[in-house]
């Protein structure tokens, strides 16, 4: 069963930073795409950054450039999202995700198949 909890987030100022992390289950994480996603009130929930394999080529948001970075440990079959600048339209319900790299072929959330639970970041002074 494949299974992916996430945990790390909170309340932060602006211009801090918080960390995610995902822990996976029930499958072998490099065979898979990982995806971090967010969604804000009243918005759709938008792509942050997709890992599409377990090579470090990452694609991230526009709005995310340079300040949030993802990596994943195989061995501890953890994916991170490290959250650097942050700023108030920052703050969402933050999920990772995961789908089989094979099938994999953009960064929206239709394309993922298994998603943790979410874990809400709020950026507020």
């Known amino acids: 069963q494949v299974q992916l909890v996430e945990s790390g987030g909170g309340l932060v100022q602006p211009g801090g930073s918080l960390r995610l992390s995902c822990v996976v289950s029930?499958?072998?994480?490099?065979?898979?795409?990982i995806g971090w996603f967010r969604q804000a009130p009243g918005k759709e929930r938008e792509g942050v950054s997709c890992?599409?394999?377990?090579?470090?080529?990452?694609i991230y948001a526009d709005s995310v450039k340079g300040r949030f970075t993802t990596s994943r440990d195989n061995a501890k079959n953890t994916v991170y999202l490290q959250m650097n600048s942050l700023r108030p339209e920052d703050t969402a319900v933050y999920y990772c995700?995961?789908?089989?790299?094979?099938?994999?072929?953009?960064?929206?959330?239709?394309?993922?198949?298994?998603w943790g639970q979410g874990n809400q970041v709020t950026v507020s002074s």
């Open positions: 995700a995961a789908q089989p790299r094979l099938t994999f072929r953009q960064c929206v959330p239709g394309e993922f198949a298994s």
């Open positions: 029930g499958f072998t994480l490099g065979y898979y795409a």
């Open positions: 890992s599409p394999d377990s090579s470090g080529r990452t």
